[in-house]
């Protein structure tokens, strides 16, 4: 037996890792991922493994039933959380060689977040290539619209701390569940079409009947038929959670508020102090969720000491 929660919990630990991962390689200014190492790039990135669900987009369902890239993945999160090389004499002999070509380094990083032992669920089942180049793809292009058309390719590089603090709450939004028997999905009269990003509602088939066909949600199957949207029992359905988002108060503060607060909160702390005066400062933020006040507080200090600094020198 599966716990869905455990379950769910592990889907936004292996989702966020790879955000992360797609993150720290857009960004070599912040001198952790050695993309110019070209055995790195094309052996063990995530970035890599982008290009390749690009080159197959428009045929990912053969992409085939191996586990290439999750095994890839696998080995990328164990480079990161042991660090490589993984122990101190294997290092020094590294660091010792002159030539250093196709050699590279990475410092261990022994977060929770990385803990291989905090996905167990899905790297005990693993994920088919075909499944895995499905989420590649889904996290390296914007979703489509009528309007504009286009999906474009997501720069990684231009978001900010702020932005994947709005992306971890988000993804807190999200419950998972197993169908005990087969369940029907059905939604509003109103609504024409289903969002999977949103709430959604789901009927056994005892009480189908009490929904008209406009409240029931249909599908295609392979042959084009028109069939209802069904979830095998068994199944596990991961869908937004409703008021549960709002009971929990698990809305991220939008950057605009925060550079509001933190500027009014530091106006008079800041008055007459020196730049050094300012390092001395301790900062306590009690109700930190995803630091995105935190996080703003640390800026506007560092704004402000190099602002002090630069007049008293």
Do not use: W
């Amino acid at each position: 037996p599966v716990d869905p929660s455990e379950l769910t919990l592990q889907c936004i630990r292996y989702m966020y890792r790879m955000l992360f991962v797609l993150f720290i390689e857009s960004r070599p200014d912040l001198g952790y991922a050695p993309m110019k190492s070209q055995a790195y790039f094309s052996s063990y990135s995530l970035e890599s493994l982008r290009d390749i669900a690009e080159n197959v987009r428009d045929d990912i369902e053969n992409g085939g039933e191996g586990y290439y890239l999750f095994e890839t993945l696998e080995k990328l999160y164990q480079l990161i959380y042991s660090g490589y090389p993984d122990n101190y004499d294997d290092s020094k002999k590294l660091s010792n060689i002159e030539s250093k070509h196709d050699i590279f380094e990475i410092p261990a990083l022994k977060a929770h977040l990385f803990d291989p032992e905090r996905t167990k669920l899905i790297t005990n089942s693993k994920i088919r290539n075909h499944v895995m180049l499905r989420i590649i793809d889904l996290m390296s292009v914007t979703r489509g619209n009528g309007k504009r058309g286009g999906r474009a390719r997501i720069s990684y590089s231009n978001l900010g701390i702020n932005q994947m603090g709005a992306a971890y709450e988000a993804l807190l939004s999200y419950r998972g569940f197993i169908a005990k028997e087969d369940l029907y999905e059905v939604k509003s009269a109103k609504e024409k079409n289903i969002d999977e990003l949103e709430v959604g509602y789901f009927v056994p088939a005892s009480d189908l009947d009490q929904y008209n066909e406009n409240e029931r949600v249909y599908t295609k199957n392979d042959l084009g038929e028109k069939v209802l949207k069904v979830y095998k029992k068994g199944t596990f359905i991961y869908r937004l959670a409703g008021r549960e988002r709002e009971k929990s108060a698990s809305y991220y503060t939008p950057e605009v508020l925060t550079k509001c607060l933190v500027k009014y909160a530091l106006k008079e702390l800041l008055e007459d102090k020196t730049a050094d005066e300012i390092l001395n400062l301790k900062i306590c933020e009690p109700a930190m969720g995803s630091a995105a006040f935190l996080n703003e507080t640390i800026n506007q200090l560092a704004e402000a000491y190099l602002n002090l600094k630069q007049k008293e020198l």
